[in-house]
């Protein structure tokens, strides 16, 4: 009803069609008037960001491929870096395999000496007990002799003539 009431007064009055074009045509210029300015900053303001998005997408998409290019060589160095590191430890490998060769060489050696050492030593000291056992034995056989064979004139011959020696000697 309050719609009717509305419209109704512009229907009784008998307001012809072209008018309310026209008065219609002039609400719509001047509202277009006044918000042109508004509409067209808005418009500018979303075209800006727009194209700041764009920028910022098309530098992060720079950034991306220069990333992308970077670790490309770097797998494509990655294989080279590996095989290099494989030579490396191959080497090192080889290098510590020697050096545990020459101290095991080295270390053999050393006990080659200490033995020869050893059994010089042992030879030395088995020679030694040789002799003295020798000798003593030689001293036993010559007592044995000297007992069985020496009578008591030639040990008193042997006291006499050991006694004047003396004698000469402290004279």
């Known amino acids: 009803m309050t719609m009717t009431l509305l419209v109704s007064p512009f229907l009784a009055a008998g307001i012809p069609l072209w008018a309310k074009f026209l008065n219609f045509t002039i609400y719509a210029v001047l ?10 900053e808005g418009l500018r303001k ?12 098309g ?40 050096r545990i060769v020459a101290a095991a060489e080295a270390d053999a050696e050393r006990f080659r ?8 030593g042992a030879s030395q000291s088995a020679r030694l007990e040789l002799q003295a056992f020798a000798a003593s034995k030689a001293v036993e056989l010559a007592e044995a002799l000297i ?24 004279a």
Do not use: G
């Open 31 to 40: 509202l277009a008037w006044l918000l042109a300015k508004p509409i067209a």
């Open 113 to 120: 000496r200490l033995a020869r050492m050893e059994i010089e």
């Open 59 to 98: 530098q992060e998409r720079r950034l991306a491929e220069t990333r992308l290019r970077e670790l490309e060589d770097r797998f494509a160095r990655l294989e080279s870096e590996l095989a290099a590191i494989r030579q490396q430890a191959e080497q090192d490998a080889q290098a510590e395999y020697q």
């Open 147 to 170: 007992r069985r064979e020496l009578s008591a004139a030639d040990q008193a011959r042997l006291v006499a003539t050991y006694t004047a020696q003396l004698e000469k000697q402290r």
């Open 46 to 57: 979303r075209a800006q960001n727009i194209r700041d998005a764009l920028d910022q997408a």
